[in-house]
């Protein structure tokens, strides 16, 4: 099945992507497709500690369990507010 | 600006109270003018202005960004719940992105309310929870190059058990 994937702060620079769209096997979990990025891109996984994730804009446990044309995004800490 | 400009890059407005992103300068007072109610007697306006310097380095300039339809929904979510839990008129919470020049305001909160603890307390809790809980990064320019700069997450969120909804 297939997912959106969005980038965002620090990790946007890290990986060189803004969006991606993942093809992966049913039962995949928030955490298996971060580890499938971060053996593509090493330094991610010095940020995963500090990160939380996101399916379809709510917050969710890294254990959650991917759906068809989920829109996953990974969330470095946040910074907004001068 | 021609003026045709949408003010507002994505808007909320939900019991009287106002969530929004913009690429243009904020104006409060425009927006307390709006929440101002005949019964309200204080008006509390807070703006988070952009610093000439980070611990005496001097910032260049600063650039913000979202992930838009989550920050808004966030922004949503911690007002309503503020709106809930003190006596209240109205609030409006709005974020500006993109490139910020020195003295310019990235974040406008603004709380109306019969007396003024109410309206204090409102604003302060409307910043603090929205520098921990909504999904807005910084990028800050400096003379030598530029960082994202990394606050922190409310840890609550962490598990997903702070979703509310």
Same mark, same amino acid.
């Given at each position: 099945m297939v997912v959106?994937?969005?980038f965002f702060g620090v990790l946007k620079d890290l990986t060189g992507l803004a969006e991606d769209t993942a093809e992966v096997p049913a039962g995949t979990s928030i955490s298996d497709l971060f580890?499938?990025?971060s053996r593509r891109f090493e330094t991610l996984e010095a940020a995963r500690p500090s990160i939380l994730f996101a399916r379809n804009q709510e917050f969710v446990s890294p254990n959650a369990i991917l759906a068809e044309r989920d829109e996953?995004?990974?969330? &470095? &800490?946040v910074s907004g507010g001068a | 600006m021609t003026g045709d400009e949408p003010k507002f890059l994505a808007e909320i407005r939900c019991d009287g109270h106002f969530f929004a992103l913009t690429r243009s300068p904020i104006d409060s007072q425009a927006l307390a003018r709006e929440l101002l109610r005949g019964?309200?007697?204080?008006v *509390? *306006? #807070?703006?988070g202005v952009v610093r000439n310097n980070t611990k005496g380095r001097p910032t260049r300039f600063l650039e913000y960004e979202c992930y838009e339809s989550m920050a808004l929904r966030q922004m949503e979510q911690i007002g309503m719940e503020?709106?809930?839990a003190h006596a209240l008129g109205r609030i409006s919470i709005v974020h500006r992105l993109g490139r910020l020049e020195i003295g310019e305001a990235s974040v406008s909160v603004v709380v109306t309310a019969p007396h003024r603890q109410a309206a204090f307390q409102a604003a302060l809790e409307g910043i603090n929870r929205l520098k921990r809980e909504v999904p807005i990064?910084?990028?800050?320019? #400096?003379?030598?190059g530029a960082v994202w700069v990394e606050g922190e997450w409310d840890e609550t969120l962490r598990a997903g058990q702070k979703t509310g909804r």
């Open positions: 959106k994937v969005l580890a499938t990025y996953v995004a990974f969330l &470095p &800490p | 019964e309200d007697g204080a *509390v *306006v #807070f703006e503020i709106a809930q990064w910084k990028k800050e320019h #400096f003379e030598d």
